[in-house]
């Protein structure tokens, strides 16, 4: 079993930065990537990133791409996002997963262990 727990979420005014972290612990040994969804209001969980846990191989959804970078540091995952705008408005969940190939990482049903979620809130 693999435990999540993000930090990182607040308010902040569109065009800011945030960072994002997510300390994985337990069978760490066990995953073979980790990912970040966020999901809005009556909306559904949508992904935004991820990388592989040995590799380091990264994919970005087109909607974040240029602005948010996913990174791994050590045990802990990062979600850069810079630029921020007010549809960025979501909870952050990071997830882990134990099968691969790196672009099933992008479908929220490959991930077995989710963190509790932090708030992002960009104002305008």
């Known amino acids: 079993q693999v435990q999540l727990v993000e930090s990182g979420g607040g308010l902040v005014q569109a065009g800011s930065s945030l960072r994002l972290s997510c300390a994985a612990s337990?069978?760490?040994?066990?995953?073979?990537?980790m990912g970040w969804f966020r999901q809005a209001p009556g909306k559904e969980r949508e992904f935004v990133a991820a990388?592989?846990?040995?590799?380091?191989t990264t994919v970005h959804a087109d909607s974040v791409k240029g602005r948010f970078t996913i990174s791994r540091d050590n045990a802990k995952v990062l979600l850069q996002m810079n630029s921020l705008k007010p549809e960025d408005t979501a909870v952050y969940y990071c997830?882990?997963?134990?099968?691969?190939?790196?672009?099933?990482?992008?479908?929220?049903?490959?991930?077995?262990?989710w963190g509790q979620g932090t708030q992002v809130t960009v104002s305008s």
């Open positions: 337990g069978r760490t040994s066990s995953i073979y990537g």
């Open positions: 990388v592989t846990w040995s590799g380091g």
């Open positions: 997830a882990a997963a134990t099968r691969g190939p790196i672009m099933a990482l992008s479908n929220r049903f490959v991930y077995s262990s």
